[in-house]
T-cell receptor, first 116, second 115 residues
Framework: DTGVSQDPRHKITKRGQNVTFRCDPISEHNRLYWYRQTLGQGPEFLTYFQNEAQLEKSRLLSDRFSAERPKGSFSTLEIQRTEQGDSAMYLC??????????????FGEGSRLTVL | GENVEQHPSTLSVQEGDSAVIKCTYSDSASNYFPWYKQELGKRPQLIIDIRSNVGEKKDQRIAVTLNKTAKHFSLHITETQPEDSAVYFCAVLPISNFGNEKLTFGTGTRLTIIP
């Protein structure tokens, strides 16, 4: 399967713990996005990368959230000192885009986080 | 930032009838308008998209219309089938300008096809 893969698919953690999610995009895609989705809502933008450069980070993202894409391939999203409000589905998406022409976003199956 | 409103939030349609979902957006610089379908527990998947240089695009039973002047676009599904039941999201992307390339999604429409 050459689609976007995310790991783990499910994570249950206690409040205050740190969690890390990994995303492997489609190999030739230069852009990688992180979105968060809560029940009954549309995906909410968190951050995105063009190759290894993090180009934008949502104001909604507190300092407890950090994302990296060190070699322009896979990405990690870390949440420190988790809170119950962090419980959501974390979606990764990738695309091949050039200036003036954004390509289709392909989503992974998501990583569901439950903070107890 | 971009504000996307989507209506209705829920829609029930008799099998075989048509369904229409509408979205409005605020940023006149937006130029890419995809629609995603998300089945329960699954990933969002692109079903159709339109760019601002066209007013309508059709793919079999699915069509999207765009009115840039009024800043709204719509998804039309004809001859609906039970497998069309899902949540549908519209999304909007502004003209490319590094640093502002994120899709903003609507709040979703839960479509139920009644057999």
């Amino acid at each position: 399967d050459t689609g976007v893969s995310q790991d783990p698919r499910h994570k249950i953690t206690k409040r205050g713990q740190n969690v890390t999610f990994r995303c492997d995009p489609i190999s030739e895609h230069n852009r990688l996005y992180w979105y968060r989705q809560t029940l009954g809502q549309g995906p909410e933008f968190l951050t995105y990368f063009q190759n290894e450069a993090q180009l934008e980070k949502s104001r909604l993202l507190s300092d407890r959230f950090s994302a990296e894409r060190p070699k322009g391939s896979f990405s990690t999203l870390e949440i420190q000192r988790t809170e119950q409000g962090d419980s959501a589905m974390y979606l990764c998406a990738s695309s091949f885009s050039v200036v003036g022409n954004t390509g289709e976003l392909f989503f992974g199956e998501g990583s569901r986080l439950t903070v107890l | 930032g971009e504000n996307v409103e989507q209506h209705p939030s829920t829609l029930s349609v008799q099998e075989g009838d048509s369904a229409v979902i509408k979205c409005t957006y605020s940023d006149s610089a937006s130029n890419y308008f995809p629609w995603y379908k998300q089945e329960l527990g699954k990933r969002p998947q692109l079903i159709i998209d339109i760019r601002s240089n066209v007013g309508e695009k059709k793919d079999q039973r699915i069509a999207v219309t765009l009115n840039k002047t009024a800043k709204h676009f719509s998804l039309h599904i004809t001859e609906t089938q039970p497998e069309d039941s899902a949540v549908y999201f519209c999304a909007v992307l502004p003209i490319s300008n590094f640093g502002n390339e994120k899709l903003t999604f609507g709040t979703g429409t839960r479509l139920t096809i009644i057999p």
